[in-house]
């Protein structure tokens, strides 16, 4: 496994400046959310918002769901979450709260995630940002894809059009937080 070192201390200021937190719309798989989890946490993200049928790291019973332990390795406990039913009303409300929405799909106004999307992203002025992902399948809603500020897109090389969604998040993750 490979192991990396924390952000040194002169960049750690920085990283608390900024509040990151991310929004996963109807992901079906635990081990992509368990994986999402992890990566969020190394990312620095403060909170994950579990929306429509995105599974919780609890089972019924309030116990760990073993499929997930084994890819988050305890960063549930590291990270808050909780859960929503309707992804568009919790946006609405992070909205309200000073949140920039950044969604992640492929869509006719999404910005190749690349060094020329900076500009975009740094003209959106702000210390909160949500990273929503969707649905392995079917994406993000149009409802959703409305209510972002930015949608942005991995630009894909090879002959496979995307990334499985945890992957996916951990690049774009990872990207926003070095760019902002």
């Known amino acids: 496994m490979m192991r990396f070192r924390r952000a040194n ?8 400046f900024m509040q990151f937190a991310a929004i996963l719309c109807d992901i079906r798989s635990v ?5 999402i989890f992890r990566t969020a946490d190394g990312a620095g993200f403060e909170k994950i918002y579990l929306c429509g049928i995105t599974p919780a790291p609890f089972d019924r019973f309030k116990k ?5 332990a084994k ?5 549930e406990k590291s990270v808050a979450w909780e859960s929503a039913v309707d992804a568009g ?3 609405k ?4 709260e000073g949140w920039r929405i950044v969604s992640l799909e492929q869509s006719e106004r999404s910005v190749s995630l690349t060094p020329l999307s900076s500009d ?7 210390r909160r940002v949500a990273l929503v992902v969707g649905n392995e399948v079917g994406g993000i809603s149009s409802d959703v894809l409305e209510l972002s500020d930015v949608i942005l897109e991995i630009p894909m090389f090879g002959k496979k059009e995307s ?8 690049v774009a993750a990872y990207c926003l937080r070095l760019k902002l």
């Open 9 to 16: 201390d002169r960049f750690r200021w920085y990283y608390r």
């Open 31 to 35: 081990h992509n959310v368990g994986s």
């Open 64 to 68: 760990i769901r073993p499929d997930f």
């Open 71 to 75: 890819v988050a390795l305890g960063a």
């Open 89 to 91: 009303v919790l946006i």
């Open 93 to 96: 409300k992070l909205k309200k």
């Open 120 to 126: 975009v992203l740094k003209n959106m002025r702000t």
């Open 163 to 170: 990334l499985n969604v945890s992957v996916a998040f951990g």
